[in-house]
């Protein structure tokens, strides 16, 4: 039977698909990689390969799209995120579950061969212990979403374990990245502040001053994603999700880093219900068994970040 070359990027129009599907291009070749979401993409990922417009909840159109296209591997990344979830209680767990049993499923049935699906930050709650948070710990999460990665954890380990699939997980932090405006989550303050502090506008913050979270550059995130799917399968013991860390700040020190280099810029604090679920999020995160597994390393720093970011969004302006 001839390789299964295609791979195929499920919610390819969000903040992280956007990026992810340039990344995988670069290494698989424009043509065997297959961007598909509900809604369309970005220009460069429309002129550079293959889009589809798929509903992941459209088991026959997903088959469809798996055969036609010769798919061996999936990145499930449609999914509701904390914010919109909370606002969305049955939908988002709809979503966030059977899409991923869906492709789980056919990982099961051999009919693909390896899944990528991304876990959170949000898996932990208020009883977890907050600073350094470790790969295996207290998950008593208090949101739709949380709920839902944390069930998503368990049914991939299931799979893996039961059936066989190789699926791989990350749990990611908050994500910054220049290229996509990101989609409903409770870090996405931390995107938002560097258009309004391009634009020369005031930020008002939906978290208050000194919420610390976790988070990571997008360059960061898309290559911990590639790296797990890359990994020898031999290394990568868990098949639940991995802790993985950039660095973390609250509002207030990313305002001061972004001053160092746009002295005038002014944010204010105007808490709302995503305070909530902040609150019940580590701090920071401990990401050394996935250091020691698949020999995974961060590079970027908040300071790092802030000047990227600056400088790719100042051209944007421009
Ligand atoms: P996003 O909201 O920006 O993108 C999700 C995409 O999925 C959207 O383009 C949306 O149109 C698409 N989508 C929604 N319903 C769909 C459906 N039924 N069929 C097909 N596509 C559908 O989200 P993102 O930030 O890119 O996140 C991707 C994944 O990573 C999610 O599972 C999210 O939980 C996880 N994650 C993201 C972050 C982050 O900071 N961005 C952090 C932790 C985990
Ligand atoms: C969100 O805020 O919902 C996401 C996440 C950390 O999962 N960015």
Not at 191 to 208: M, N, Q, R, W, Y
Request: net charge negative; with cysteine.
């Amino acid at each position: 039977m001839a390789a299964k070359t295609g791979v195929l990027v499920i919610g390819a129009s969000g903040q992280i698909g956007t990026e992810l599907v340039m990344g995988l291009r670069a290494i698989y070749g424009n043509d065997n990689v297959i961007a598909s979401d509900l809604k369309t993409a970005s220009t460069e990922v429309l002129e550079s390969g293959p889009f589809e417009q798929l509903d992941v909840m459209d088991r026959e159109r997903l088959n469809q799209i798996v055969g036609q296209y010769n798919v061996g591997q999936v990145y499930l990344l449609a999914a509701l995120l904390s914010a919109t979830a909370e606002q969305k209680v049955m939908p988002a767990w709809n979503l966030n579950m059977y899409g991923l049993f869906y492709v789980l499923e056919m990982a099961k049935e051999r009919i693909i061969d390896k899944v990528f699906w991304p876990s959170s930050i949000a898996v932990f709650g208020p009883n977890t212990p907050k600073l350094n948070t470790p790969q295996s710990t207290i998950t008593e999460p208090t949101t739709v979403y949380g709920i839902s990665k944390l069930a998503g954890e368990r049914w991939c380990e299931y799979y893996h374990n039961r059936y066989g699939v190789d699926v791989r997980s990350l749990r990611y932090p908050g994500l910054i990245g220049y290229k996509s405006n990101p989609g409903g989550g409770t870090t996405d303050y931390a995107v938002d502040i560097f258009h309004k502090a391009v634009a020369g506008t005031p930020f008002e913050c939906f978290l208050s001053e000194n919420t610390r979270l976790p988070m990571m550059y997008m360059p960061d995130a898309i290559r911990a994603t590639i790296g797990i799917m890359e990994a020898e399968s031999e290394k990568v013991l868990l098949r639940s999700s991995y802790n993985i860390s950039g660095f973390d700040f609250t509002p207030a020190e990313l305002a001061n880093e972004i001053r160092k280099h746009i002295p005038e810029f002014e944010i204010s604090y105007n808490p709302d219900f995503r305070q909530e679920i902040a609150d019940g999020w580590p701090s920071s995160i401990d990401d050394s068994v996935a250091r020691q597994d698949w020999n995974w390393n961060n590079e970027y720093s908040l300071e790092m970040m802030t000047k990227d970011m600056l400088s790719h969004l100042a051209e944007k302006v421009i």
